[in-house]
């Protein structure tokens, strides 16, 4: 960090910026003011931040380096920037979440990550947009090149971090909406196990019983940075009733030579390109170079996940949080909801039982590299959905390139509760192969 000018700061990682910022190398300000520069210089290309809280992070950043200067304790974060995706509410910045009718909404409560990042030491710089396009902010673009799509929902987010204009920040999931943009963005994501994160604060509203799919989790260029915000969110809240207790592991401490890892590319349903392949490929390699016990293997049933999941998405939900006030017109019967939720247990247990036999599973993200904008169907989270499914852990790294330019990432899914192994391996990967790289912006 030392040797690193002021005007590059933007690209250092989280981790070596709270470093930096401890040891007096920068300033908290110095840190904040390259961030919101570098958002000012790339953004207008990108439309990926839609909210921007300068003169609040300045502030703040002011008041943190005052802080170190006088001794105080602080926390891991400490004067570091991030930013937050435009469903996840923030006390006193507008969160629209691409809703024409939210687009003066002001929270009056900060979601719980964000309470936490910001009781870590973290600095909000600002919100970033959601999905590929929505009619109050417009379409995001993909640093990498601006006619192609930076995927969704956290499109902003992965965007303004491949970038640099934010060197980590929080997405959600349901679907493969961290997963995804992280792969056509070329940075790292986690999306950790169901019930180790709250949802409280996130619209739309997610509970426990609605969607046991969607989980908050964080979005950064490097692994590192991962594992360093996981055990900041984690952790119960009083408020989401998924959340248990559970222990959680640090990467650090997995070995992972003599791991057992199960790799496939054809998931019955697509058909995932050359490239794709190739960095799949390589990826397996590294694995057994470093000692990981490596079988070509796919999980039974998961060619099931795509219906199942159409399915979900044709149920009533409603309008209300706290009254049933159904919204829309649900196309289900009660018998329909009921098989469905037959046939979705029915997939956990037999995922369930295919993972007794490894540690963790790699697979890519999606068929190819990210495209150029337009819509997209269900087949595009085909790869995801199985482990969203399950409420696995699954982490997301940039590992090749496809002929375009444009990054392939794969992901890592690790057993139940083991955050600790998906973040090890990926980080293994990421150490081997080069992770994220610097967009010609």
């Known amino acids: 960090m030392s040797s690193q000018a002021p005007s590059e700061l933007h690209y250092a990682s989280a981790a070596a910026l709270a470093k930096a910022i401890r040891e007096r190398e920068f300033s908290s300000l110095e840190v ?39 001794g105080h304790a602080v926390g891991p974060l400490h004067g570091v920037p991030f930013t937050v995706k435009d469903w996840i509410e923030t006390k006193g910045l507008v969160c629209a ?32 947009n959601v999905r590929a396009d929505n009619p109050v902010y417009g379409r995001t ?69 609605n969607d046991p799919r969607t989980q908050i989790g964080p979005m950064a260029r490097f692994v590192e940075d991962l594992a360093l915000t996981l055990p900041i969110i984690a952790g119960v809240d009083w408020r989401d009733a998924s959340v248990v207790p559970m222990p959680l592991g640090d990467p650090a401490d997995v070995d992972i030579a003599g791991l057992r890892a199960a790799v496939y590319t054809d998931d019955g349903v697509a058909s995932p390109d050359a490239p794709t392949v190739e960095v799949v490929n390589a990826c397996a390699e590294v694995l057994r170079a470093a000692g990981i016990a490596v079988e070509e293997a796919r999980p039974r049933r998961i060619e099931e996940s795509l219906g199942i999941t159409i399915r979900y998405w044709s149920r009533t ?32 247990r037999a995922m369930l039982s295919f993972i007794e036999r490894f540690d963790v599973i790699l697979c890519p993200v999606a068929e190819q590299a990210a495209g150029p904008h337009g819509p997209g169907d269900g087949r595009d989270f085909i790869y995801m959905l199985p482990y969203s499914l399950t409420g696995w852990p699954c982490a997301v790294v940039r590992a090749g390139v496809s002929p375009e330019g444009m990054p392939i990432a794969v992901q890592v899914v690790a057993r139940p509760w083991r955050d600790d192994v998906a973040l090890a391996v990926a980080q293994h990967i990421e150490n081997a192969l080069g992770g994220w790289q610097a967009p010609a912006l």
């Open 32 to 70: 904040i003011e390259a961030h919101l520069q570098r958002i000012e210089a790339v953004n207008p290309k990108l439309n990926a931040v839609v909210q921007i809280a300068g003169e609040a992070a300045r502030d703040q950043a002011r008041e943190a380096d005052a802080a170190l200067a006088s």
């Open 97 to 128: 979440a691409g809703f024409e009718e939210r687009a003066e909404f002001v929270p009056k409560w900060d979601a719980t990550v964000v309470a936490r990042m910001r009781e870590a030491g973290a600095i909000l710089l600002g919100k970033t």
């Open 141 to 209: 673009n993909n640093p990498y090149d601006l006619s192609r799509t930076p995927g969704l929902s956290s499109s902003g987010e992965a965007a303004i971090i491949a970038a640099g204009g934010s060197p980590l920040g929080l997405g959600s999931d349901s679907g493969g909406s961290i997963r995804y943009p992280a792969h056509f963005c070329g940075v790292a994501g986690l999306k950790p196990s169901t019930g180790r994160v709250p949802n409280t604060g996130h619209f739309p509203r997610i509970s426990a019983m």
């Open 317 to 348: 939900e409603s309008i209300s949080w706290n009254e049933w006030m159904p919204g829309g017109e649900g196309e289900m019967s009660g018998d329909e909801v009921d098989r469905s939720l037959f046939e979705w247990d029915r997939l956990r």
